[in-house]
């Protein structure tokens, strides 16, 4: 059967996941920035909340491409091994080089990891020879890959995503992300994908009256959180 990964980025997010029973969370924050790393504390929230399933983290220090510093890879590893010891059962994160996979990146960080799930994450859509790059990712230990199975969204990336199924011929699983929406899940399971990942978001009313940052202007109609009829219409034509 399909798994059903939901990307949560807050409290509220955590109980739709419980009451609905999908089959993992990828708990993030600032979704509407790609999605960066959550707090401690909201990781904590999520591993401890009643009929939490799995709780994979993203991993990703903050917006904007792929090509991390040094510096940015140790608080990058650093954080996937405060997610793993608060008891993330995976982290999901990428890194690219040059156009490729950041090889030393990847291994390093499925060895922070000791054995928790790694995801590699839509980064794999900017490669330009995907089937080397699940080669690459299946060699350094990588679980699965996050991908719209092109640089676009899922509804474009059909032919993509299943001729990245058969690529990975078991080597490593491939779940489709990237504009997911519950009249495109059947068409997405016969791709062969062994997951499916959505965000299922809505914007809530709440204005803020000042000014907080150039993307946060005063005046701001709303916030995402997660839509739970949205969520429960994807997961209902998965199952």
Excluded: N, W
């Excluded at 983290?57 to 792929?66: A, E, H, N, S, T």
């Excluded at 719209?148 to 489709?176: F, K, N, Q, S």
Aim: aromatic fraction near 2%; charged fraction near 20%; include cysteine.
């Amino acid at each position: 059967m399909t798994a059903f990964e939901l990307a949560v980025q807050d409290t509220d997010g955590l109980a739709v996941a419980a009451r609905l029973g999908v089959d993992r969370i990828e708990l993030c924050s600032a979704l509407p920035l790609g999605g960066v790393t959550p707090s401690l504390a909201l990781i904590e929230a999520a591993v401890t909340h009643p009929r939490m399933p799995p709780v994979h983290v993203l991993i990703r220090p903050r917006p904007g491409g792929f090509g991390y510093s040094a510096d940015e890879t140790a608080l990058l590893l650093r954080d996937i091994r405060h997610a793993v010891t608060a008891g993330a059962a995976g982290v999901v994160l990428g890194g690219l080089r040059d156009g490729r996979v950041d090889t030393d990146l990847t291994l390093r960080a499925v060895d922070a990891a000791a054995g928790a799930t790694v995801t590699f994450h839509r980064a794999f859509d900017l490669l330009p020879d995907p089937e080397e790059g699940i080669g690459i990712l299946a060699g350094l230990g990588v679980h699965r890959i996050l991908t719209a199975g092109g640089p676009t969204t899922v509804a474009d990336g059909l032919p993509g995503l299943a001729r990245l199924v058969r690529a990975a011929a078991g080597r490593i699983e491939i779940m489709a992300g990237g504009g997911v929406r519950p009249d495109l899940v059947g068409d997405l399971v016969r791709t062969g994908v062994a997951a499916i990942h959505a965000s299922a978001k809505r914007t809530v009313p709440d204005p803020v009256a000042v000014e907080l940052g150039t993307a946060a202007g005063a005046g701001v109609t709303g916030r995402e959180t997660t839509d739970e009829a949205e969520a429960e219409r994807i997961l209902a034509a998965l199952r």
